[in-house]
């Protein structure tokens, strides 16, 4: 009999490991994750390594070229159905649901496009998160694992159709993924999964390490499990492209403009920024780790963790052929069409260390980054950039995807605990249901009403930004 899903939270130390593995990064002591919202980033190790290439890869780099296309502040007072916070992955679908759908939207972002996390990770379309489904069962029920892989499947059928519908140029590919177990216990771990997987709907397969690296060390490896149905993209050029779609069909894209407060006056919210306001009768906060900042009330429940990367110059020959993940999801990497490594992870290095707002690579995780690269390329390879990004990491490891308020229509789509690249997309189509007060069974255990706190009495929020309530 499957495990009923229930809106509670669940605590201990049994839990609490299963979070970490889950989640890579969270802490395992009880309570840290809400105090480390808004802490100070530890000063970095100043060692730098050979090669190293600049600390933090600019907009118009490689990665980067299709941040040129910029979108201009916000200015006078401007008014639409809804008003999107954010400019990721998750407020560029949400746009383009809504206006595919015949509202009017305006989006406003603080920095540029796609310059936070949605492009600042490696472009992986998985089904299932990296860590075991054993523990996702564990930690929230067999209904409430499955459901976590039903978005990330949802999510990658959505940006396939997209892409092929859209004629966006993003290096779509599908590939399948691997996962590598490091160590026998992970092996057995991801074993003991595979049951589980298959009996949901999602098969994954167990085959030779060395027919998954045709030119890596397999010897380094004691197992590989293949999904076939996984694949990659590049993050940043389709967000871009599908913001291009947007404003084609009238949605107003803003970029440069921090919303600084937000207030509902009775029958609308108005978001003000340095030179503008806009009003709209529904708000939608898609900032994830930076969602707190906006709504203090979300302090305990997203937690800030960095990512970092490190990219090669291109490659002669094939290193691995799919997207791989190995060490319990700690550590990830491709390689893209031009032959380019992508490598990201190594977080568990120094998880509290890589807690904070910091956007700065480090030696500690850069030197991890380049230790798998030795591995993966033992014969050299230059280092051409190096980025990090900020995600959000939820209290339970789940993201917080509906009303906040449906009262005052105060919505969130955010803290995705490093996965919102594979789950955003279809995140944001279910809640352009639920904004039209239609049920969206497939975000139903993502309900932000699952933490106490924002379902106290006094958790009517109708002020945002520094004069918002805190909660107690």
């Given at each position: 009999m499957e495990s009923k899903v229930e809106p509670r939270e669940e605590s201990g130390p049994d839990f609490l490991k299963r979070l970490k593995r889950l989640g890579p990064g969270l802490s395992t002591r009880p309570g840290r994750v809400g105090r480390l919202v808004g802490r100070a980033q530890r000063g970095h190790n100043r060692r730098m390594l050979e090669k190293r290439g600049s600390e933090a890869a600019p907009p118009g780099v490689w990665w980067w070229q299709d941040s040129r296309q910029d979108y201009s502040p916000l200015e006078g007072d401007v008014a639409a159905d809804v008003v999107?916070?954010?400019?990721?992955?998750?407020g560029i679908t949400l746009a383009h649901t809504l206006a595919v759908g015949g509202a009017s939207v305006i989006v406003l972002e603080a920095g540029r496009v796609a310059g936070s996390a949605s492009g600042r990770n490696a472009g992986f379309l998985l089904a299932a998160p990296a860590e075991p489904y054993g523990e996702a069962v564990a930690m929230w029920g067999r209904a409430g694992a499955r459901a976590m892989l039903e978005i990330g499947r949802r999510t990658h059928e959505r940006v396939h159709e997209l892409v092929e519908t859209?004629?966006?140029?993003c290096e779509y590919r599908r590939t399948g993924s691997v996962r590598l177990a490091r160590t026998e216990e992970e092996a057995e771990d991801q074993r003991a999964s595979l049951p589980l997987m298959r009996a949901d709907g999602f098969p994954v397969t167990e085959v030779p390490v060395a027919t998954v690296m045709p030119g890596g060390p397999h010897e380094r490896f004691d197992a590989a499990f293949v999904t076939d149905e996984d694949g990659e993209f590049h993050p940043v050029r389709f967000v871009h492209g599908l913001a291009r779609v947007c404003e084609g069909r009238g949605v107003r894209l803003h970029a440069h403009s921090e919303v600084e407060?937000?207030?509902?006056?009775?029958?609308?919210?108005?978001?003000?920024?340095?030179?503008?306001?806009?009003?709209?009768?529904?708000?939608?906060?898609a900032t994830n780790a930076y969602a707190p900042g906006l709504c203090p009330a979300l302090a305990p429940l997203i937690a800030p963790r960095r990512a970092q990367m490190l990219f090669t110059a291109r490659l002669e020959r094939e290193v691995v052929t799919r997207p791989t993940c190995a060490h319990w999801g700690y550590q990830y990497w491709r390689q893209t069409?031009?032959?380019?490594?992508l490598i990201g992870g190594w977080r568990d290095l120094d998880l509290d260390g890589e807690a904070g707002f910091g956007e700065g690579p480090t030696?500690?995780?850069?030197?991890g980054l380049e230790s798998g690269l030795r591995e993966l390329v033992p014969e050299?390879?230059?280092?051409?950039?190096?980025?990090?990004?900020?995600?959000?990491?939820a209290r339970d490891g789940r993201p917080l995807v509906g009303w906040l308020d449906a009262e005052h229509h105060l919505a969130i789509a955010a803290g995705y605990t490093g996965h919102g690249i594979g789950m955003a997309a279809a995140c944001t189509q279910d809640l352009a249901l639920l904004l039209a007060f239609r049920p969206a069974p497939g975000i139903a255990t993502f309900d932000p009403a699952r933490f106490p706190e924002l379902r106290r009495p006094e958790s009517s929020l109708t002020s945002l930004g520094a004069s918002a309530p805190r909660t107690p």
């Open positions: 999107i916070v954010g400019a990721g992955i998750t859209l004629g966006i140029e407060a937000a207030h509902w006056g009775g029958s609308e919210w108005e978001a003000r920024t340095a030179r503008g306001v806009a009003r709209a009768r529904t708000l939608v906060i069409p031009q032959g380019r490594l030696s500690t995780i850069q030197n050299g390879v230059e280092i051409e950039g190096r980025w990090a990004g900020i995600m959000g990491f």
